[in-house]
């Protein structure tokens, strides 16, 4: 009620500014923004859900931005949503309406010494525009970390997995359906990169899985059981091999996870397990399209080398190791600068030797690799912090899972595990795409706290 008069105020403001503007037409939607603004309050965490909701979707506003001749500097949902989360964040803050003792997090000191020593090689750069650059991006990962930490309480993680799922299978529904207008025939949903589509399609996978098995019913289950395998589909569309490794070793993990439910599978399905299989596997081959499968025999000749006219791809991903370790020996400390890996590529000859139409533009490519990246453009020091920072997240998925098991709650295990399964395929896509502010990244950073918490607050609890 105190907020009434304020509020009053402010949505005759704004209609009074709206009609002013060259954009009168939009005063009308001041009261449904006011009220959603108000329901956003209430629901922070409704926010969130939604901006990681409309991550897969992200190439639809680019290709609008590119349309309207922006920079991609203009306003989108996403943005917005983000601005009215702080605002909101800030102002319960205020309140006392929250608490920043939710804030804790033992991921804190780890990426408090990273975000110093980043500052200290921004410092330095001898590219400070390039570098001020890398740091708005990261900036907006460590607002939504901590968003995640601070509205943790709030979040419902089944809820969240169903997000995610839906939204990138969703994404995969398309890419099955245009994979012959896409690049190379390869399925890239609505994104600019099969490789980035499978790093999506990787991190939903493990919680496409979780809801299968959580699944309360057989209808409800035979539901979810669809975007699983829509997920697995466009994955084989995409023809990443490192989507494919990555989820061959989730697939590993979690088979070890639900190791005594496969005993009893074993046992009692096996002769429907091994008709399963006697029709999946002669007919896997037939339903990946034939470059992916080129691009797998590929790998097998890596024994004699690496052949840049046999895969140009596995040929510039050495380049950049090189180019890579070049700089971290010439600046070990504090790195050539953050942003800075794809200027210092262009000076070599790799550059000219890879660029496929000749462009200036192809001659500056990223590490596609996090890690080299981070050790190159910001120093061993800082790299190793970062890389302590994805550790120490999936410690914290491991210690909240083992909690649980021995509390006898399978299904806040589950949910650690299959989180903690979507943070390692993050992780291990970390070594194949140089994607250090993706939202993903920094969410799941956070949930990784947000589990832990929770796991030692329990623990406290119940201790004498």
């Known amino acids: 009620m105190v907020l009434t008069l304020p509020l009053a105020l402010l949505l005759g403001l704004a209609c009074l500014l709206l009609l002013a503007s060259p954009w009168p037409y939009l005063a009308p939607l001041a009261f449904p923004a006011l009220a959603a603004l108000a329901v956003l309050y209430r629901k922070p965490v409704w926010g969130l859900l939604v901006m990681l909701a409309l991550v897969p979707f992200e190439g639809l506003f680019s290709a609008a931005d590119a349309a309207a001749g922006s920079d991609g500097a203009g306003l989108t949902l996403s943005k917005l949503l983000g601005l009215a989360l702080i605002a909101i964040a800030a102002l319960q803050v205020l309140l006392r309406q929250l608490s920043l003792q939710h804030l804790r997090s033992n991921l804190w000191p ?60 969703s994404t995969c529904v398309v890419a099955l359906l245009s994979t012959s207008t896409q690049p190379a025939s390869r399925a890239i949903g609505l994104l600019a990169d099969p490789n980035y589509f499978a790093l999506l399609i990787s991190v939903a996978l493990p919680l496409a899985l979780l809801l299968v098995v959580r699944a309360p019913r057989w209808p409800q289950r035979l539901f979810w059981l669809a975007p699983l395998l829509l997920l697995l589909a466009g994955l084989g569309r995409t023809g990443s091999r490192s ?87 010439e600046h070990p400390l504090l790195g050539s600068g953050p942003g800075t890996f794809p200027l210092e590529f262009a000076k070599t000859g790799y550059a000219i030797a890879f660029s496929i139409r000749g462009l200036p533009v192809e001659l500056f490519r990223e590490a596609h690799n996090t890690y080299l990246g981070m050790f190159s453009e910001v120093g061993v020091p800082g790299g190793l912090l970062f890389v302590g920072l994805i550790l120490l997240s999936l410690r914290n998925c491991q210690l909240a899972r083992r ?57 406290a609890e119940v201790r004498p």
């Open 403 to 459: 909690h649980w098991l021995s509390r006898g709650d399978p299904e806040r295990a589950a949910l650690a595990a299959h989180f903690g399964l979507s943070c390692l395929a993050l992780g291990c896509f970390l070594f194949f795409l140089s994607v250090p502010s993706h939202k993903y990244l920094w969410v799941m950073l956070g949930i990784a706290s947000f589990l832990r918490r929770q796991a030692d607050d329990d623990a």
């Open 110 to 169: 780890l990426l408090l010494a990273f975000l110093a020593w980043y500052l200290l090689s921004l410092a330095f750069s001898s590219h400070l525009g390039l570098s001020l650059q890398q740091l708005r991006q990261l900036a907006v990962g460590l607002v939504l970390f901590s968003l995640t930490v601070l509205f943790g309480r709030d979040f419902d993680l089944p809820a969240l997995a169903r997000v995610l799922v839906l939204s990138v299978a």
């Open 243 to 329: 989507g494919l490794l990555v989820v061959l070793l989730t697939a590993a993990i979690a088979t070890w996870h639900y190791r005594a439910r496969l005993k009893h599978l074993l046992t009692y399905h096996l002769g429907g397990l091994i008709l399963a299989a006697a029709i999946a596997v002669p007919l896997a081959p037939a339903l990946l399209p034939d470059s992916f499968i080129q691009r797998l025999e590929v790998l097998a000749s890596l024994k004699s080398g690496v052949k840049a006219y046999a895969d140009t791809s596995l040929a510039r991903r050495s380049a950049y190791v090189v180019v890579g370790s070049q700089i971290i020996a």
